[in-house]
C-alpha cells in the first residue's frame, strides 16, 4: 500500500520526469530507475509514440478520485485481447500521475518555493539510497552510511571511496551530482575508478552483486577505469547508448543538451550497442570514439587523439576546430557561468584552443578569444554578456 508521503513523492517525480523528457526529447535512463516497472514501461511507451507533451496537457486538465491500483488493473490486464484496445487505454495513460492520489492537484495549487528543500548553487550532492540529499563539502570529510547505520564509504575531498561487502545480497543504489564548475572522485567497491567532470550524474550501486553485471547510469561526462573482472561485465548506461566492459580506460560523454554522444577508448575493448536494438553490439578499439548522433541510430567511428578527450581530468579544457555556439556549452560547464552572446556573427567562428580552468579565468578565456576575433563583453555576477 503506499502512504500519502509515498504518492505525493511519486507524483511529483513522474511529472518532473514527463518534463524533462518534453524539453530535452530524450529519456534520462536514471530518472526511470526511481520508478516502478509499470511507470518505467508506461513512459516509454508514451514517449515512443510521441505523446509526452499530450500527457503533459492531459495533467493540467483532469482531476480524478479514481485509485492507481485500478488503473494499473485496466492498464495491464491479462484479458486485453487487441493491440487497438490497448492504444486506446494507453493513448489517455497520463491519466496515471493523478490517479496516485487525488489530492495532487490541491497540493500543487498551493505549494510555495518557500517548502522546497533549498540546495546550494554549486554544490556536489549525494543522493543516498532513501533519497536523503548530502552536500559534500571538497575540503571536508563524511562517512557514507547506510539506513541501518553501516559505514559502507568515506568522502575525504574530491573523491568518495566505497568499501566491498560480499556480504550484500541486495543493489542499493546511491548517485552524485557534480555541479558546473567542479568536478568529483569516486572510487566503487569493486576497485574501478571514475572521474566526474562537471554538470555530471552518476548512478551506481554501493555494491556490486556476486553472478550479477555491473551496472552505473550516467548523465554528463566521466573516465572510466574499470576493474577486471571476467564474471561480471561492467557497463555504462546513457540516454541512447549503453557501453559494456570486462576491464579497461575509457572515456563517455553523454550530457543532455549535447547532440552527441561520444565514448572514447584508451585501452582495453569495449563493445557498444544502442537502447533501440541491444542486440546489436559495436567493438571499438584503443584510440578510436564511438559517436552517436542522438537524433540518428548509428554509431560512428573515428579515430581521435584520445588525450584532448580525457584531459579534462587534469582541468584542461581543449578546442578543435569548435564552433563558439559549441564552446560557450564547454565553458559554462567549466566555469559555472551563463554566457549570453548577443554577436551572431561570432557564433559559428571555429576555433582551436587549449585552456587549464585550474590556471586561467573565464576572463583570461574571454580576452584570449577577442583577441583572434574582437568583441567586447561585461561580467555580471556568474553572467557573460557578449557585444559586438
Given at each position: 500500500?503506499?502512504?500519502?508521503?509515498?504518492?505525493?513523492?511519486?507524483?511529483?517525480?513522474?511529472?518532473?520526469?514527463?518534463k524533462k523528457i518534453d524539453?530535452?526529447?530524450?529519456?534520462?535512463?536514471?530518472?526511470?530507475?526511481?520508478?516502478?516497472?509499470?511507470?518505467?514501461?508506461?513512459?516509454?511507451?508514451?514517449?515512443?509514440?510521441?505523446?509526452?507533451?499530450?500527457?503533459?496537457?492531459?495533467?493540467?486538465?483532469?482531476?480524478?478520485?479514481?485509485?492507481?491500483?485500478?488503473?494499473?488493473?485496466?492498464?495491464?490486464?491479462?484479458?486485453?485481447?487487441?493491440?487497438?484496445?490497448?492504444?486506446?487505454?494507453?493513448?489517455?495513460?497520463?491519466?496515471f500521475v493523478l490517479l496516485?492520489?487525488?489530492?495532487?492537484?490541491?497540493?500543487?495549487?498551493?505549494?510555495?518555493?518557500?517548502?522546497?528543500?533549498?540546495?546550494?548553487?554549486?554544490?556536489?550532492?549525494?543522493?543516498?539510497?532513501?533519497?536523503?540529499?548530502?552536500?559534500?563539502?571538497?575540503?571536508?570529510?563524511?562517512?557514507?552510511?547506510?539506513?541501518?547505520?553501516?559505514?559502507?564509504?568515506?568522502?575525504?575531498?574530491?573523491?568518495?571511496?566505497?568499501?566491498?561487502?560480499?556480504?550484500?545480497?541486495?543493489?542499493?543504489?546511491?548517485?552524485?551530482?557534480?555541479?558546473?564548475?567542479?568536478?568529483?572522485?569516486?572510487?566503487?567497491?569493486?576497485?574501478?575508478?571514475?572521474?566526474?567532470?562537471?554538470?555530471?550524474?552518476?548512478?551506481?550501486?554501493?555494491?556490486?552483486?556476486?553472478?550479477?553485471?555491473?551496472?552505473?547510469?550516467?548523465?554528463?561526462?566521466?573516465?572510466?577505469?574499470?576493474?577486471?573482472?571476467?564474471?561480471?561485465?561492467?557497463?555504462?548506461?546513457?540516454?541512447?547508448?549503453?557501453?559494456?566492459?570486462?576491464?579497461?580506460?575509457?572515456?563517455?560523454?553523454?550530457?543532455?543538451?549535447?547532440?552527441?554522444?561520444n565514448t572514447v577508448l584508451?585501452?582495453?575493448?569495449?563493445?557498444?550497442?544502442?537502447?533501440?536494438?541491444?542486440?546489436?553490439?559495436?567493438?571499438?578499439?584503443?584510440?578510436?570514439?564511438?559517436?552517436?548522433?542522438?537524433?540518428?541510430?548509428?554509431?560512428?567511428?573515428?579515430?581521435?587523439?584520445?588525450?584532448?578527450?580525457?584531459?579534462?581530468?587534469?582541468?584542461?579544457?581543449?578546442?578543435?576546430?569548435?564552433?563558439?555556439?559549441?564552446?560557450?556549452?564547454?565553458?559554462?560547464?567549466?566555469?559555472?557561468?551563463?554566457?549570453?552572446?548577443?554577436?551572431?556573427?561570432?557564433?559559428?567562428?571555429?576555433?582551436?584552443?587549449?585552456?587549464?580552468?585550474?590556471?586561467?579565468?573565464?576572463?583570461?578565456?574571454?580576452?584570449?578569444?577577442?583577441?583572434?576575433?574582437?568583441?567586447?563583453?561585461?561580467?555580471?555576477?556568474?553572467?557573460?554578456?557578449?557585444?559586438?
Open positions: 500500500m503506499y502512504n500519502t508521503a509515498d504518492i505525493m513523492n511519486a507524483n511529483e517525480q513522474i511529472i518532473k520526469i514527463l524539453k530535452t526529447k530524450v529519456i534520462d535512463l536514471i530518472d526511470l530507475k526511481s520508478l516502478s516497472l509499470e511507470e518505467q514501461e508506461l513512459i516509454k511507451n508514451l514517449y515512443k509514440d510521441g505523446l509526452i507533451k499530450d500527457a503533459l496537457s492531459f495533467i493540467d486538465t483532469i482531476n480524478t478520485e479514481n485509485s492507481w491500483e485500478a488503473f494499473k488493473k485496466k492498464l495491464y490486464s491479462k484479458n486485453r485481447s487487441t493491440k487497438p484496445l490497448w492504444r486506446k487505454v494507453y493513448k489517455y495513460a497520463a491519466i496516485l492520489t487525488c489530492g495532487f492537484l490541491l497540493k500543487n495549487k498551493f505549494k510555495t518555493e518557500d517548502n522546497e528543500v533549498k540546495i546550494a548553487s554549486g554544490s556536489i550532492e549525494l543522493i543516498l539510497e532513501n533519497g536523503e540529499k548530502k552536500i559534500l563539502n571538497l575540503g571536508g570529510t563524511t562517512e557514507i552510511v547506510k539506513e541501518s547505520g553501516n559505514v559502507i564509504g568515506q568522502h575525504k575531498g574530491d573523491a568518495i571511496n566505497y568499501e566491498s561487502n560480499s556480504a550484500v545480497k541486495k543493489i542499493v543504489y546511491n548517485q552524485l551530482r557534480i555541479p558546473y564548475g567542479k568536478t568529483f572522485n569516486l572510487f566503487l567497491s569493486d576497485g574501478t575508478k571514475v572521474y566526474l567532470n562537471s554538470g555530471t550524474s552518476l548512478k551506481y550501486p554501493i555494491n556490486f552483486i556476486k553472478g550479477k553485471k555491473r551496472e552505473v547510469f550516467l548523465e554528463g561526462e566521466a573516465f572510466f577505469e574499470v576493474a577486471k573482472d571476467a564474471s561480471h561485465p561492467f557497463i555504462v548506461n546513457t540516454n541512447n547508448m549503453n557501453i559494456e566492459v570486462l576491464g579497461t580506460k575509457f572515456n563517455v560523454s553523454s550530457y543532455s543538451d549535447d547532440t552527441e554522444t584508451i585501452e582495453g575493448s569495449v563493445s557498444l550497442s544502442l537502447d533501440k536494438a541491444p542486440e546489436e553490439t559495436l567493438l571499438l578499439k584503443p584510440g578510436y570514439k564511438g559517436t552517436l548522433n542522438n537524433s540518428e541510430s548509428q554509431i560512428a567511428l573515428e579515430k581521435v587523439d584520445t588525450q584532448m578527450y580525457t584531459e579534462w581530468i587534469h582541468g584542461d579544457v581543449i578546442f578543435r576546430n569548435s564552433t563558439f555556439d559549441d564552446m560557450i556549452k564547454k565553458l559554462e560547464r567549466n566555469y559555472n557561468v551563463v554566457i549570453e552572446n548577443n554577436y551572431s556573427e561570432l557564433s559559428l567562428k571555429k576555433f582551436n584552443a587549449s585552456f587549464n580552468k585550474n590556471i586561467e579565468t573565464i576572463d583570461d578565456i574571454m580576452i584570449s578569444i577577442g583577441e583572434i576575433h574582437p568583441f567586447t563583453y561585461k561580467k555580471i555576477d556568474n553572467k557573460i554578456i557578449i557585444n559586438q
